[in-house]
C-alpha cells in the first residue's frame, strides 16, 4: 500500500488526538489523606488523668439503672477532675440516639473532651457502627474518628498527648475496634483485631517513633474485647484486682500483642468487656488491665465504678487505681 504525505499527515493527527482524549479520559493518581491526629496537652505539673468508663449499657427505657449509672459517671468526674474520658465498649445498648445523646451530655455538661472505641453490644440497637460514629463526630470535645477506610472495623485512630510548654508529642493513646463477633461459632464466639488492623497500628507506630528520633513514644491502647493473653496474668505475682469470671476472649489469636512488644510502645491495654473482672497485671513486660465496670443495666457482682489512669509528661509509666462511689481502690503504678 501506498501511502501519500498527506494521508500519512492524517494517520499521525488521528493518533495524537486519540493519546490526548485517552489522557483526558481517566482521572489523575488519587492523592491519599493524610490522616490528622488530634491532640490534648498534659497540665501545667507535666500530668495529664483519664477516667475510663466501660460496659455501662445504657438503656433509656429503663429509669432506674439509668440515673445509678448517671451518677457513677457524675461521681468519678467530679472526683477525679479528669483531662480525657475514654469509653471501652457496650456503652449503649437501648435506644440508640437517646442513649448516645444521654451519655455524651454527661461528659460534655462537665467540659472534658471524651474518645470511643466499641464493644460488642453496642450496634445491636438501631445504629450501626458508622451511625453511632457519624453521631459522636457532631458531638463537641469528641475526639475520636472513623479511622482509615481501609482498614477493618470502625474506629481505628490515636491521640497525641502534647507537651503542655509546646507543641511536642510525648505520648500516644491508641484506640481500636475489637469488632463484635465471629460468624462460625466453631471458630470463635467473639472477634477479634484483624490482619489489616495490626498492619495499621505497626505502619503508624514505625512512622511515630522514626518522628521521635527512633525512640518509642510512651503508649496506651484502648479496646473492649480482651486480649487471650489476659488469661495469663490471673494469679501471677504483682496482679491486683479481682478475676471472677473467664476471660471472655476471642478464641483466635492473631498476634496484637506480639505487635505492641515488637514496636515497644504501648506499655499497657484497656478492656472492658467481663464485668466481673477489674484486674491489673504484667505479662511479657505489658501490663493488660480491666476497666470497672460502670453501668447498673446489666449483670456484674464486683460493684460499679471507673479506671483511672495518671502519666506524667517526663516518666515512662503511669499510675492507675479504681474509683467507685466510696473511694478508691487497687491502687497500682507501672
Given at each position: 500500500m501506498v501511502m501519500t504525505k498527506l494521508s500519512i499527515h492524517i494517520r499521525f493527527l488521528i493518533l495524537s488526538m486519540t493519546i490526548l482524549f485517552s489522557a483526558c479520559s481517566f482521572p489523575s493518581p488519587v492523592q491519599v489523606k493524610e490522616e490528622v491526629y488530634a491532640s490534648v496537652k498534659f497540665r501545667a505539673d507535666s500530668?495529664?488523668?483519664?477516667?475510663?468508663?466501660?460496659?455501662?449499657?445504657?438503656?433509656?427505657?429503663?429509669?432506674?439503672?439509668?440515673?445509678?449509672?448517671?451518677?457513677?459517671?457524675r461521681n468519678a468526674i467530679d472526683s477525679e477532675k479528669p483531662d480525657l474520658v475514654v469509653f471501652t465498649g457496650d456503652i449503649v445498648t437501648g435506644p440508640s440516639e437517646a442513649g448516645w445523646t444521654a451519655v455524651t451530655s454527661i461528659i460534655t455538661e462537665a467540659g472534658i473532651p471524651f474518645a470511643v472505641t466499641l464493644g460488642n453490644h453496642d450496634d445491636e440497637a438501631d445504629w450501626s457502627r458508622n451511625q453511632i460514629?457519624?453521631?459522636l463526630e457532631s458531638v463537641p470535645g469528641f475526639l475520636g474518628n472513623k479511622g482509615p477506610e481501609e482498614v477493618y472495623?470502625?474506629?481505628?485512630?490515636?491521640?497525641?498527648?502534647?507537651?503542655?510548654?509546646?507543641?511536642?508529642?510525648?505520648a500516644i493513646l491508641w484506640f481500636l475496634d475489637s469488632n463484635a463477633y465471629c460468624e462460625d461459632k466453631s471458630i470463635s464466639d467473639y472477634g477479634w483485631i484483624r490482619f489489616d488492623q495490626i498492619a495499621w497500628y505497626r505502619q503508624k507506630s514505625a512512622d511515630l517513633t522514626a518522628q521521635n528520633g527512633g525512640i518509642p513514644y510512651p503508649a496506651l491502647a484502648f479496646f473492649?474485647?480482651?486480649?487471650?493473653?489476659?488469661?495469663?496474668?490471673?494469679?501471677?505475682?504483682?496482679?491486683?484486682?479481682?478475676?471472677?469470671?473467664?476471660?471472655c476472649s476471642p478464641q483466635i489469636n492473631t498476634g496484637m500483642l506480639a505487635a505492641f512488644i515488637e514496636m515497644g510502645d504501648v506499655m499497657c491495654t484497656f478492656v472492658g468487656h467481663d464485668h466481673d473482672n477489674n484486674y491489673i497485671g504484667v505479662h511479657k513486660g505489658i501490663a493488660l488491665a480491666y476497666g470497672q465496670s460502670s453501668g447498673y443495666e446489666t449483670?456484674?457482682?464486683?460493684?460499679?465504678?471507673?479506671?483511672?489512669?495518671?502519666?506524667?509528661?517526663?516518666?515512662?509509666?503511669?499510675s492507675t487505681w479504681i474509683r467507685n462511689m466510696e473511694g478508691i481502690i487497687l491502687e497500682y503504678k507501672f
Open positions: 500530668t495529664f488523668k483519664i477516667v475510663q468508663f466501660t460496659d455501662i449499657h445504657w438503656n433509656n427505657d429503663s429509669a432506674e439503672s439509668c440515673a445509678l449509672s448517671a451518677a457513677n459517671l460514629f457519624d453521631f472495623g470502625v474506629g481505628n485512630y490515636i491521640l497525641q498527648l502534647k507537651s503542655n510548654t509546646s507543641d511536642e508529642t510525648k473492649h474485647i480482651p486480649l487471650p493473653e489476659y488469661d495469663e496474668v490471673i494469679g501471677q505475682e504483682g496482679t491486683i484486682g479481682l478475676a471472677e469470671e473467664r476471660v449483670y456484674g457482682n464486683i460493684g460499679r465504678g471507673a479506671r483511672v489512669i495518671l502519666l506524667n509528661e517526663y516518666q515512662r509509666g503511669f
